[in-house]
């Protein structure tokens, strides 16, 4: 079978290309290799500058239970504290609920969605100008291919990025479970600690999300993620207050390894790249999962005129280069800088006590990490 769009991966990004172009009329399959619902390392705080897009979807994120968040604080191990209102503001909502949401959406629209369905392979042929994905269920063909297959995937192995030595930039891990806390429901509090940060804020039903990040190192020093938090974790008094006083909902905490914050290129062997696997910010910012749906709106634009023969390939792949790095370039330097002086101690408790009687100053900051409603 012959289809227009492959979709590798059936994420925020892979799900909204796949809504936009099955709703364009275009033939869509995406692959995703889990099923839905299930949980993912994530903080889940999403930036209200998604709400009129992920409209156009036919989602509502407060039809799903989103708790609404307004306020931002910020700790640091030595007790300092900065609070400020958030400039857009956002919505806690779990993966667990909103990958199932858009995965229904994008059914609803036309799009064919396989669970439990690895792509292996993605591969252009020159002489047809077509592709064919290896799968676990066989090979597909397609004139064209999203991959928006996340963070790290096997598929990453002849990238640039992937072979590099690991480094600051690209060796970190995450961790992520729910709890039940006693975090005010409008509050995003995100608790610097050696070497790393974690976010905590509500998701809907009453649950909290609380998910890290921090360095291969510091896990390896620490020798497991008990130690982690008992060790590392818990010097921060409002982290150890939440360690001690929460409930955990989950039997195990959720971890993924090898995360890059390196740059990755937005289109490799004529796919075009979106989400994560385009480029990630760090996530001190929560704005992964809006660049995800944005980035998968520029892809689906430019494939819909190369599939309705208004531009040729090299036309398309260029304007999405391009499109992507006038989006995004900027907010993910911005956040990688921010997230290497947050890192550092002592960096860190300077740039509290500064921007303490500064809140337009960190709200400025906060504004630079994030994009405009789309
Ligand atoms: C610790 C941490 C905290 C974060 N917190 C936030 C936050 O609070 N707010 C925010 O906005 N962003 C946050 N992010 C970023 C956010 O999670 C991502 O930017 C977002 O999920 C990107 O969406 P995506 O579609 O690119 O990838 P994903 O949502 O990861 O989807 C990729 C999909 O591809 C599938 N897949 C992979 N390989 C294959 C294959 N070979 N075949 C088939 N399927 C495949 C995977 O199963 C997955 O479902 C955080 C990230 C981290 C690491």
């Not at 700790?75 to 958030?86: F, I, N, Q, R, V």
């Not at 921060?236 to 290129?265: M, R, T």
């Not at 709106?297 to 819909?304: E, G, I, K, T, V």
Request: proline share 4%; with cysteine.
């Amino acid at each position: 079978m012959s289809y227009e769009v492959g979709i590798v991966g059936g994420g925020m990004a892979g799900l909204a290309a796949a809504n936009l172009l099955a709703s364009q009329g275009h033939s869509v399959v995406v692959f995703e290799k889990g099923h839905y619902p299930a949980h993912k390392v994530c903080g889940e705080y999403l930036s209200n500058e998604s709400l009129p897009f992920l409209g156009k979807l036919g989602l509502d994120i407060e039809s799903l239970g989103g708790q609404h968040i307004g306020r931002f604080a910020i700790t640091h191990p030595s007790g300092k504290k900065l609070e400020t209102p958030l400039p857009l503001g956002g919505y806690g909502i779990s993966r667990y609920a909103l990958d199932d949401a858009m995965a229904n959406a994008a059914l609803a629209k036309g799009a064919i969605v396989l669970q439990g369905v690895r792509a292996q392979s993605i591969l252009h042929r020159p002489m047809t100008d077509d592709f064919e994905i290896q799968t676990d269920c066989g090979p597909f063909q397609f004139k064209s291919v999203v991959a928006a297959y996340g963070k790290r995937s096997k598929l990453d192995k002849p990238r640039g990025f992937a072979t590099s030595t690991p480094d600051r930039k690209n060796n970190f891990v995450g961790i992520k479970y729910h709890l039940r806390s006693d975090i005010p429901d409008d509050l995003i509090e995100l608790h610097l600690f050696e070497q790393g940060y974690a976010g905590i804020s509500r998701v809907e039903n009453g649950r909290t999300c609380f998910c890290y990040l921090t360095t291969a190192q510091m896990l390896q020093k620490a020798g497991s993620i008990s130690q982690l938090e008992h060790r590392y974790l818990a010097r921060n008094p409002y982290l150890a207050h939440h360690l001690s006083h929460s409930e955990h909902l989950y039997s195990h905490p959720l971890s993924i390894s090898q995360v890059s914050f390196g740059d990755k290129g937005t289109v490799w062997q004529h796919s075009l790249m979106a989400g994560d696997s385009a480029g990630m910010i760090t996530p001190l910012t929560g704005n992964g999962m809006s660049m995800a749906l944005h980035g998968a709106q520029l892809a689906a634009y430019h494939l819909d005129r190369y599939l309705r023969g208004l531009t040729d390939r090299t036309r398309m792949e260029t304007h999405h280069a391009r499109d992507w790095r006038a989006a995004f370039g900027l907010r993910v330097q911005t956040a990688r800088r921010l997230q290497g002086l947050l890192l550092n101690t002592h960096l860190s408790s300077l740039a509290i006590s500064i921007l303490r009687p500064l809140p337009g100053v960190a709200r400025r900051l906060i504004r630079l990490t994030h994009g405009k409603p789309f």
